[in-house]
């Protein structure tokens, strides 16, 4: 094993662990605040190959949180920033770049049916559709699946592996779509680079503890980080948010 990912071994992190991931194929859907981070995570831990979507363009708003925005990249696609940032700290992996939002093309979805994980790092709140649709083929085909939207207190990881649909119908029922795209206007309002960074790093270990088999504490359940009141708690699911 190479000294890079000698360094990423503890208890949890098995050389058995570090091996298995070598050899995954893992998807990163946004490469914004949240995304931009997970990306880096994965790439400094040692994947096999990443695909990941986004068709947004740095901004200076994004200068605050979103790793690839400089000065001298605003105006730039994210994604083919974040490439090759990527390629740089570790050129082992193969990227697979789609410089469009997910779902423009109809091989999108074919192309997520060969990942082993996924990251849901886009706007969930402005695209709840999307979501559905990616989380629906993620449970219905069995592949886990991790949506961590930050909050104005803290962030919330939701993982789903459970093949049972019937919760849909928090996402399909009018009032409550009304009511996360809501509260979602409010929360990508403001969002800072260390809450990224903590939300992108609590849902990259989750994966860790998905693939040790060990400890997966927040398997079909939310696990809401309070970074205010320093708390964490969680529920089943979605729960009534």
């Given at each position: 094993m190479q000294k890079r990912y000698e360094k990423n071994l503890d208890e949890l992190l098995t050389p058995k662990v570090q091996e298995s991931l070598l050899q995954k194929h893992i998807a990163v859907i946004g490469a914004g605040g949240q995304g931009s981070y997970v990306l880096e995570f994965l790439a400094r831990l040692g994947v096999a190959s990443i695909s990941f979507w986004d068709g947004d363009i740095y901004e200076e708003s994004n200068l605050n949180r979103q790793?690839?925005?400089?000065?001298?990249?605003?105006?730039?696609?994210?994604?083919?920033?974040?490439?090759?940032?990527?390629?740089?700290?570790?050129?082992?992996?193969?990227?697979?770049?789609?410089?469009?939002?997910?779902?423009?093309?109809?091989?999108?979805?074919?192309?997520?049916?060969?990942?082993?994980?996924?990251?849901?790092?886009?706007?969930?709140?402005?695209?709840?559709?999307?979501?559905?649709?990616?989380?629906?083929?993620?449970?219905?085909?069995?592949?886990?699946?991790?949506?961590?939207?930050?909050?104005?207190?803290?962030?919330?990881?939701?993982?789903?592996?459970?093949?049972?649909?019937?919760?849909?119908?928090?996402?399909?029922?009018?009032?409550?779509?009304?009511?996360?795209?809501?509260?979602?206007?409010?929360?990508?309002?403001?969002?800072?680079?260390?809450?990224?960074?903590?939300?992108?790093?609590?849902?990259v270990n989750q994966m860790v503890q998905y693939f040790s088999d060990c400890c997966f504490a927040s398997r079909d359940s939310t696990l809401h980080i309070d970074l205010y009141h320093h708390r964490y708690s969680q529920q089943d699911r979605f729960g009534d948010f």
């Open positions: 790793l690839g925005c400089l000065k001298s990249t605003i105006g730039l696609k994210k994604v083919h920033v974040l490439y090759e940032r990527l390629k740089d700290i570790n050129p082992e992996i193969y990227y697979n770049v789609h410089d469009w939002y997910f779902g423009m093309d109809p091989a999108d979805k074919d192309e997520i049916l060969s990942v082993d994980f996924i990251f849901y790092c886009a706007d969930c709140y402005q695209n709840i559709d999307t979501m559905r649709d990616i989380l629906r083929v993620a449970i219905v085909n069995g592949i886990p699946m991790i949506d961590c939207p930050v909050t104005l207190l803290g962030g919330y990881v939701h993982i789903d592996t459970n093949r049972d649909l019937s919760h849909f119908d928090l996402t399909t029922q009018n009032e409550t779509k009304q009511k996360r795209e809501t509260l979602g206007k409010q929360v990508w309002s403001n969002q800072s680079a260390y809450k990224c960074a903590i939300m992108a790093g609590e849902a």
